[in-house]
């Protein structure tokens, strides 16, 4: 998959860990920054990488701040976006089997990193189940594939 990623400070180790992990799995990795530690404000981050789902230029997202709540509120005004946020892997499960969740988004400063990459494998590797939630999510509604 062409997988975007995005992070402000909080999440920037995290990120260059799945980023060199994804691309060694055969991922393409497009990486929409930060690029350091450098406090910065996540909003500027989440924008880009949702404009490259909502585009199609990437198949997917994940983001990554302190609490994943600021990428995901950001993330979460496109409507091609449907942003969620997991913590641990069976909530990585559902946020793609239940929500279709083209963005996933990761609490970086309360999280191990192991537990980062098992969310992420979880939902790259779920199937939404559609059904009832097919409908349900289109009642959010979202442009987004
Ligand atoms: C940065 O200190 C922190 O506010 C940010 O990473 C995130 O948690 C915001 O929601």
């Given at each position: ?10 999440g ?9 992990l ?9 990486d929409f ?49 449907r ?43 779920t199937?939404?189940?559609?059904g009832?939630?097919?409908?349900r ?9």
């Open positions: 998959m062409r997988i975007g990623i995005c992070n402000d400070h909080a920037y180790a995290y990120k260059c860990a799945l980023v060199k994804l691309g060694k799995k055969g991922h393409e990795m497009v920054g930060t690029d350091s530690e450098v406090s910065v404000d996540y909003p500027d981050y989440a924008h880009k990488l949702a404009a490259a789902v909502e585009s199609g230029a990437v198949d997917a997202g994940i983001a990554l701040c302190g609490t994943g709540n600021g990428m995901a509120i950001s993330l979460n005004k496109h409507q091609g976006i942003a969620g946020l997991a913590w641990n892997s069976e909530i990585g499960r559902l946020v793609k089997a239940h929500n279709k969740a083209n963005v996933l988004v990761l609490p970086a400063r309360f999280i191990s990193y192991a537990m980062a990459t098992r969310i992420v494998r979880i939902w790259l590797e199937p939404f189940e559609g009832r939630h097919e409908r999510i289109a009642k959010i509604p979202c442009d987004g594939r």
